[in-house]
């Protein structure tokens, strides 16, 4: 992790924990995906 006085902290396994949680969590069906159209797009 870099130090703030780099001006930039990089949270370089966060993001890999988050989508694990996240995969956790829609295998024990207690999230589901969801797609937004907005627009008609």
Do not use: P, Y
């Not at 130090?3 to 207690?30: E, M, P, Q, Y």
């Amino acid at each position: 992790m870099s130090s703030a006085a780099d001006g930039c902290i990089k949270f370089t396994r966060h993001a890999g924990d988050v989508l694990f949680n996240f995969n956790r969590l829609r295998s024990r069906n207690i999230l589901t995906d969801v797609t937004i159209v907005v627009g008609g797009q």
